[in-house]
Nanobody, 124 residues
Framework: VQLQASGGGLVQAGGSLRLSCAASGRTFLGNGMGWFRQAPGKEREIVASISWNGASTYYADSVKGRFSISRDNAKNSVYLQMNSLKPEDTAVYYC??????????????????WGQGTQVTVSS
């Protein structure tokens, strides 16, 4: 089972990026999914999460109104649209999946599947 994150890069403050996470090896139709980020010297933190059918979402306060999480179960993929980016959004972003049937949660320790991370750098 693999989660492949992509779409990171260098962008100026106020710009946008769209991260993608493609799952392979099995379907994630029944799995809650999340995006986390980790900046140097900081703990990994939740950015957003989405239930298996997209009906429930969660956003960290720091990204509400700027980021949007979505998923396409037909493509076994999860996305994170990031708008109005700020320098403090700079981090490595990871997609993660819960086990089948588990609901979304904010704790990274409760996610079982992890992608390799993609770097997002926002310049001021």
């Amino acid at each position: 089972v693999q989660l492949q994150a992509s779409g990171g890069g260098l962008v100026q403050a106020g710009g946008s990026l769209r991260l993608s996470c493609a799952a392979s090896g099995r379907t994630f139709l029944g799995n809650g999914m999340g995006w986390f980020r980790q900046a140097p010297g900081k703990e990994r933190e939740i950015v957003a999460s989405i239930s298996w059918n997209g009906a429930s979402t969660y956003y960290a306060d720091s990204v509400k109104g700027r980021f949007s999480i979505s998923r396409d179960n037909a493509k076994n993929s999860v996305y994170l649209q990031m708008n109005s980016l700020k320098p403090e959004d700079t981090a490595v972003y990871y997609c993660a999946g819960r086990r089948f049937g588990e609901s979304i949660t904010t704790m990274y320790t409760q996610y079982y599947y992890w992608g390799q991370g993609t770097q997002v750098t926002v310049s001021s």
